[in-house]
């Protein structure tokens, strides 16, 4: 296939025939870093998916100009080659299979007789067979990554979402039921989420994803300290009535006997070595005091999951300005992710929002405003960063 030659060229080639356009320096440099292009197929589906194509095919479709300056469009195009190779390479890429014999030479004659190489591309773009591929392309389906909007077009994970009775309307995109979808859809993913599941919340609160998860594994154990300014301030997450009257919490009807609220320092765990599934926490250790607090949490974590098991966590990542309370810089997610015993599933994708950029929230000012997945104190501009470590 196309994307296993990942050479410059080929990417260089990708992005115009894809995109109608050059990747810049960044681009190209994560693309050959293997950050976007990790697997085969990677490199397409990144663009196919983005929005960028997105807003070209629209305007294809209705009859809009999608480039701003077509001749240098068609400068970009001439550039890739005599016209057969051209047209192989835009079947290649385009359609994903080798050109067939009367296409290829129906759009040879086309070009020998004067025809623009970009009205090539948007015939292909525009075709049936096209929009059928274009349709069962999944978007970004990695696990560990910053709070990805694109996940919003991703058909398997909408289901989760909805699921948890969470709309999906792009509109009221935010962190928090990223985080809930994400775990389930990683936790899925990579097996550790089954009927016979045993699983650990770590500064738990009330989430409504341990309702959700309550129905789905055979046991759920929520634990948090439930005290000081938690019990207050914001949601409430540390109201430790939810000890007494767990029901009064719940979104939906759950299984009442596959769920146990316990006050607890996520710290100091008070389990046996290797007793769960999977253990997750969730934009809370961050509050357990600085780089050190959190370490220790993942290093207990780590310590009561079963050989093979899942820790999965989200927590605030610093994506410019100066260090802040309770989020972490990302040398700080470097270390915290590189405890003995521990292993990443794959590289954390730091790059979404180079790719999906979006105008932070500014917290103090308007703190319910949505789309609400990249936010800032200040100058201090952050987001969700979602991992997953396997216990080797
Ligand atoms: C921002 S809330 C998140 C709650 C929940 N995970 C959610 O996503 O809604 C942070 C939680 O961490 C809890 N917490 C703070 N320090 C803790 C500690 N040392 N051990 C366990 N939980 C703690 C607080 O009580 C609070 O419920």
């Known amino acids: 296939m196309a994307t296993d030659r990942r050479g410059a060229g080929s990417v260089v080639e990708a992005y ?28 397409l589906r990144g663009l196919l998916s983005s929005p960028e194509f997105d807003r070209l095919r629209t305007a294809w479709q209705a009859g809009r100009p999608a480039h701003a300056d077509d ?21 290649d890429w385009i359609l994903g299979r080798p050109a067939d014999a009367a296409g290829a030479a129906h759009y040879a004659r086309r070009l020998a007789e004067g025809e623009r190489r970009a009205n090539v591309v948007r015939a292909l773009v525009l075709s049936n067979e096209f929009t059928r591929r274009w ?37 009221l995109m935010h962190r928090k039921p990223y985080e809930f979808a994400q775990l389930i859809y990683g936790c899925r993913r990579l097996g550790a989420l089954r009927e016979d599941s045993v699983v650990l919340s770590v500064g ?28 207050a301030v914001q949601g409430r997450e540390g109201d430790p009535d939810v ?35 999977i253990a997750y926490s969730l934009s809370s250790i961050e509050h357990f005091g600085g780089v050190d607090g959190a370490a220790a949490t ?13 820790l999965a966590l989200a927590t605030e990542y610093v994506l410019a300005g100066p260090p802040h309370e309770e989020t972490f810089q990302p040398s700080e997610i470097a270390a915290l992710v590189g405890q003995p015993g521990l292993e990443l599933v794959e ?22 405003q949505t789309p609400h997945m990249v936010v800032r104190f200040n100058d201090t501009v952050f987001t969700t960063v979602m991992i997953f470590l396997r216990k080797t």
């Not at 994803?209 to 938690?230: F, I, P, Q, S």
């Open 135 to 171: 349709r069962s392309v999944p978007r970004d389906s990695q696990l560990c990554e910053l709070a990805n909007p694109a996940k919003w077009d991703n058909d398997e994970w909408l289901a989760i979402l909805r699921s948890l009775g969470l709309s999906d309307e792009k509109l």
């Open 347 to 368: 590289p954390i994708d730091d790059q979404v929002f180079r790719r999906y950029p979006v105008t932070p929230v500014d917290l103090y000012r308007e703190p319910y």
């Open 71 to 91: 001749d240098a469009l068609e400068r970009g195009l001439l550039a890739l080659g005599p016209d057969d190779a051209f047209v192989r390479r835009a079947y």
């Open 204 to 231: 738990a609160g009330h989430e409504l994803v341990l309702y959700w998860l309550a129905n789905h594994a055979r046991r759920v154990v929520a634990t948090d300290m439930y005290e000081g300014v938690w019990q």
């Open 16 to 43: 115009w025939l894809i995109l109608g356009r050059a990747p810049t320096a960044l681009e190209l440099d994560d693309e050959l870093r293997g950050h976007l292009n990790q697997s085969p197929g990677a490199l």
């Open 298 to 310: 993942i290093r207990d974590m780590g310590r009561v999951l079963k050989a093979g098991g899942i």
């Open 243 to 277: 000890l007494r009257r767990p029901e009064q919490y719940a979104p939906f009807a759950y299984r009442q006997e596959a769920l146990d609220f316990m006050k607890m320092d996520g710290r100091q765990l008070a389990f046996r070595p290797g007793s769960f599934d």
